[in-house]
C-alpha cells in the first residue's frame, strides 16, 4: 500500500463548479499534512496546510480525518486557474519529519 | 528575491556523462532535500541534509552523490548518467525545527538524456 494515496483523476469540471479531492495515508503517526499545488513543468508550490480542526483559505477548504486518516480538499467557484496538479502531502516525525507526497490529482477547469 | 534557486534549469547530455546540479537557499533553513519527479509525474525523495549532515537517503543508485559544503548549499552529482536519470529534479529546503513547516522548492532541473 502507498504511503500517501489519491485519485489520480483527471477531474474535468465546468467554471464555477466545487470539487473536492480525497486523500488517505496508511501511517497512522503523521503529524503534519498539506495541500500542494503544481503547475505543467513548474515546481510544486503550497497551497495550504491542513490542521485538525479544519482550516478555510478564500474557495479552499481542507478537512483532516485522523480516525479514517483521510484529508480532504474542497475548491468553490472553481476558476480557469486552478487548472493544476494537487498533491497531498504527509510528513512523520518517524520517517525524520520527510515529507511524502502522492501523485496528484488532475484539475481541469473549462469554460 | 529567490528562496531557493537551482541551477541549471535544463540539462541535456549524453548518456554516460557526469553532471553537476546546484542549489542554493536565502532562507536560513536548517534542512535541504532532493527529489526526483519522472514522467509519471510522481515527486519521490532522494535525499534529505540538515545542517550539512545526511538525514534521508531514499534507494538512489550510488551514482548520484550529494553534497553540502554548508546549511546553504546542496549540491548533487550524478556519475555516469543514463537514459533513466532523465526527470525533473527539484531542490526544496525546510526549518527543520518545525515539523508543521512546508517546504519551499527551486523552479527545477530538467535532466535530458540522449
Known amino acids: 500500500r502507498k504511503e500517501v494515496e489519491q485519485d489520480p483523476g483527471p477531474f474535468n469540471v465546468p467554471e464555477g463548479a466545487t470539487v473536492a479531492f480525497n486523500c488517505t495515508y496508511s501511517?497512522?503517526?503523521?503529524?503534519?499534512f498539506f495541500w500542494y499545488r503544481q503547475d505543467c513543468r513548474k515546481e510544486p508550490k503550497l497551497l495550504m496546510s491542513?490542521?485538525?480542526s479544519g482550516n478555510e483559505d478564500g474557495r479552499f477548504t481542507a478537512q483532516l480525518n485522523r480516525a479514517s486518516q483521510y484529508i480532504s480538499l474542497l475548491i468553490r467557484d472553481s476558476k480557469l486557474s486552478d487548472s493544476a496538479t494537487y498533491l497531498c502531502?504527509?510528513?512523520?516525525?518517524?520517517?525524520?519529519?520527510?515529507?511524502?507526497f502522492g501523485a496528484g490529482t488532475i484539475l481541469r477547469v473549462k469554460s | 528575491d529567490t528562496a531557493v534557486s537551482q541551477t541549471p534549469k535544463y540539462l541535456v547530455t549524453q548518456m554516460g556523462n557526469d553532471k553537476s546540479i546546484k542549489c542554493e537557499q536565502n532562507?536560513?533553513?536548517?534542512?535541504m532535500y532532493w527529489y526526483k519527479q519522472d514522467s509519471k509525474k510522481f515527486l519521490k525523495i532522494m535525499f534529505s541534509?540538515?545542517?550539512?549532515?545526511?538525514?534521508i537517503n531514499e534507494t538512489v543508485p550510488n551514482r548520484f552523490s550529494p553534497k553540502s559544503p554548508d546549511k546553504a548549499h546542496l549540491n548533487l552529482h550524478i556519475n555516469s548518467l543514463e537514459l533513466g536519470d532523465s526527470a525533473v529534479y527539484f531542490c526544496?529546503?525546510?526549518?527543520?525545527?518545525?515539523?508543521?513547516?512546508?517546504?519551499?522548492f527551486g523552479d527545477g532541473t530538467r535532466l535530458s538524456i540522449l
Open positions: 491542513v490542521y485538525s
Open positions: 526544496a529546503s525546510r526549518s527543520q525545527d518545525h515539523s508543521n513547516q512546508p517546504q519551499h
Open positions: 502531502v504527509v510528513t512523520s516525525r518517524e520517517y525524520g519529519n520527510k515529507l511524502v
Open positions: 532562507l536560513g533553513h536548517d534542512t
Open positions: 541534509y540538515n545542517n550539512k549532515e545526511l538525514i
Open positions: 501511517n497512522s503517526a503523521s503529524q503534519s
